[in-house]
């Protein structure tokens, strides 16, 4: 079993910067890959980004440019650093780790996952 933890979330303006961290254990992530997902109010879990066990990373189109994910695996933690923040991006973030070496953006494709962080992005 692997517990996530997310943390790092709030309220910022327009064009702010938050990171989000979270925290696994229970056991090492270095076997897994971990993806960051987030749920806006009224729609459906959508991929934000992701980072496999290589260190291979994929970004939703709707963030590249503005979004970093990061790992350490001797931390046992994953962050999310974003920056240039929309209203848009307001939304529940979660981390998802999946015991596999291939990414997936299926949030139903990872096996755990955390109680997630809210980000509010005032205009």
């Known amino acids: 079993q692997v517990q996530l933890v997310e943390s790092g979330g709030g309220l910022v303006q327009a064009g702010g910067s938050l990171r989000l961290s979270c925290a696994a254990s229970g056991r090492t992530i270095s076997d897994y890959s971990m993806g960051w997902f987030r749920q806006a109010p009224g729609k459906g879990r959508e991929f934000v980004a992701g980072?496999?066990?290589?260190?291979?990373?994929q970004y939703a189109d709707s963030v590249k440019g503005r979004f970093t994910i990061s790992r350490d695996n001797a931390k046992n933690t994953v962050w999310l650093q974003m920056n240039s923040l929309e209203p848009e991006d307001t939304a529940v973030y979660s981390c998802?780790?999946?015991?596999?070496?291939?990414?997936?953006?299926?949030?139903?494709?990872?096996?755990?996952w955390g109680q997630g962080t809210q980000v509010t992005v005032s205009s």
């Open positions: 998802r780790a999946r015991n596999h070496p291939v990414l997936m953006i299926a949030a139903n494709a990872y096996a755990y």
């Open positions: 980072i496999t066990v290589g260190g291979s990373i």
